[in-house]
């Protein structure tokens, strides 16, 4: 899966974030501890597109590459020390998302957690060594687990769990815990998942603008 921007859309270049650069936090020469929203772990450094936006309060580490205009809020976390993780244009990783892998997956494919463009993750999800496609919504509070697959334009309900291994079809809604099969999507339902990613990928590049970093914080 990509994580550059769709045709027409432009890619501006990665920016690496060295590990002893410190995030917003009080001013520095106060003595406090300052948040890193960008950690580098095991000579691996995050990369981010210089149009993406990364929280104050969330946190990137490692093997972590986070394509164009990609919005990370507040206390989502990106874990990239075990395998990579990758999140395409225009996505969003929202509230007190986390996102991380395992070293190995019992398939023997990579274990790594590859999300696609113009994907909204709900907050509070958590997402462990999956891969999600193109023009996805997974809703608040959802769960999925190794090796499990949603393919492009697909809705999981808030609260919906994916069993390892688990595999959403295109153009599918599911939810419950363990998943199941809701409805299949309309095309004003496929479109309303653009509508929303790209609704979410406004309000982030307005922080962006905004956000006046302090001590190095990207």
Same mark, same amino acid.
């Given at each position: 899966?990509?994580?550059?921007?769709?045709?027409?859309?432009?890619?501006?270049?990665?920016?690496?974030?060295?590990?002893?650069?410190?995030?917003?936090?009080?001013?520095?020469?106060?003595?406090?501890?300052?948040?890193?929203?960008?950690?580098?772990?095991?000579?691996?450094?995050?990369?981010?597109?210089?149009?993406?936006?990364?929280?104050?309060?969330?946190?990137?580490?490692?093997?972590?590459?986070?394509?164009?205009?990609?919005?990370?809020?507040?206390?989502?976390?990106?874990?990239?020390?075990?395998?990579?993780?990758?999140?395409?244009?225009?996505?969003?990783?929202?509230?007190?998302?986390?996102?991380?892998?395992?070293?190995?997956?019992?398939?023997?494919?990579?274990?790594?957690?590859?999300?696609?463009?113009?994907?909204?993750?709900?907050?509070?999800?958590? /997402?462990?060594?999956?891969? *999600?496609? #193109? !023009?996805?919504?997974?809703?608040? %509070?959802? +769960? &999925? /687990?190794?090796?499990?697959? *949603?393919? #492009? !334009?697909?809705?999981?309900?808030? %609260?919906? +769990? &994916?069993?390892?291994?688990?595999?959403?079809?295109?153009?599918?809604?599911?939810?419950?815990?363990?998943?199941?099969?809701?409805?299949?999507?309309?095309?004003?339902?496929?479109?309303?998942?653009?509508?929303?990613?790209?609704?979410?990928?406004?309000?982030?590049?307005?922080?962006?603008?905004?956000?006046?970093?302090?001590?190095?914080?990207?």
């Amino acid at each position: 899966l990509s994580t550059t921007a769709p045709p027409g859309a432009s890619a501006p270049p990665a920016e690496t974030t060295s590990s002893d650069e410190k995030a917003v936090g009080p001013a520095a020469g106060e003595g406090k501890l300052l948040h890193r929203t960008m950690m580098a772990f095991d000579g691996k450094v995050p990369e981010k597109a210089n149009d993406a936006w990364v929280a104050p309060t969330a946190t990137v580490i490692g093997d972590v590459l986070l394509g164009d205009e990609v919005s990370i809020w507040y206390r989502a976390v990106i874990r990239g020390d075990l395998c990579t993780v990758r999140v395409g244009a225009l996505s969003s990783v929202q509230e007190k998302v986390v996102i991380k892998t395992v070293e190995t997956l019992e398939t023997g494919f990579p274990a790594i957690c590859e999300v696609g463009n113009y994907v909204s993750i709900g907050a509070g999800s958590t /997402l462990i060594s999956c891969t *999600v496609g #193109d !023009n996805v919504d997974i809703g608040e %509070g959802c +769960v &999925l /687990l190794e090796g499990s697959l *949603v393919e #492009d !334009n697909a809705v999981l309900a808030p %609260g919906t +769990v &994916l069993g390892k291994g688990a595999r959403i079809p295109t153009g599918e809604k599911w939810a419950g815990a363990p998943a199941e099969f809701v409805s299949k999507l309309s095309e004003e339902e496929v479109e309303a998942i653009t509508t929303k990613v790209q609704t979410i990928r406004s309000r982030g590049q307005e922080l962006y603008m905004e956000y006046l970093p302090l001590c190095g914080d990207p």
